[in-house]
């Protein structure tokens, strides 16, 4: 089946910092969401991506669709300590019925 | 307040008991979804529903079971044939985005201990 390989799958870093995170697929997608998750609680939407080539911000965050469609990246700008969290890639099926989801990445910031 | 509301939000049970955990939804979203998370997995898709009356296997789907009688609930129960159950599990529902339903919002989750 589909699936997203999302790297790294943990990353340390000081406060002030710039962050990358990537999603890879072997197939194609229509749509890229970039989600985060605080420790105990459900995933918080950050970015919907929609087109190929799109770059989408929001606040110090900033993602965008690939051009092949298999692809996505998510920069995080001048970190703070509370960006701590697991931060997902998401894609929609092939059928258009449900999101599948990267393994995450692990954030750590440490002031 | 709008949202999606999933209870308990810690669950403990006995091993060979089943467990119905809950999710309500007042965002009128006719799709909703649930998955299971894993350290280090990400999340798996147990079931959906696209709509009342019909639901549909996710990739994980064995040992679990789903009814979604209304369009604000769609409970989990996770029987005894589950044979790994403890995990954190969310409910989610897909709403409009620029593109219909391609957008998915998430309830708080549900821990659940097999102890």
């Known amino acids: 089946g589909q699936q997203l390989n999302q790297s790294p799958q943990s990353m340390f870093i000081q406060e002030g910092e710039d962050v990358s995170m990537n999603c890879t697929s072997s197939s194609i997608f229509n749509t890229w969401l970039w989600y985060k998750q605080d420790p105990g609680e ?9 087109k190929a080539g799109e770059l989408t911000s929001n606040g110090r965050l900033t993602a965008q669709f690939g051009i092949t469609r298999k692809d996505s990246f998510l920069n995080i700008s001048a970190s703070i300590p509370s960006d701590v969290g697991i931060y997902f890639c998401a894609g929609l099926n ?7 989801f990267g393994k995450g990445t692990t954030l750590s910031v440490s002031s | 307040d709008g949202g999606i509301t999933q209870s308990p939000k810690y669950l403990f049970r006995k091993e060979g008991q089943n467990v119905t955990l809950s999710c309500e939804q007042n965002l009128n979203h006719d799709a909703m979804y649930w998955y299971r998370q894993d350290p280090g997995q990400g999340l798996r898709l147990i079931y959906y529903s696209q709509i009342v009356n019909d639901f549909q296997k996710g990739d994980i789907a064995e040992g679990y079971s789903v009814s979604r009688e209304k369009k604000e609930s769609f409970p989990l129960t996770v029987t005894s044939a589950q044979k790994n159950p403890t995990a954190f599990y969310l409910c989610a529902t ?4 620029r593109i219909m339903n391609t957008e998915a919002f998430f309830g708080q989750g549900t821990r659940l201990t097999v102890v």
């Open chain 1, 94 to 100: 092939q059928a258009g019925t449900a999101l599948i």
């Open chain 2, 94 to 97: 897909q709403g409009q985005g």
């Open chain 1, 42 to 50: 459900g995933p918080v939407l950050l970015i919907a991506l929609y």
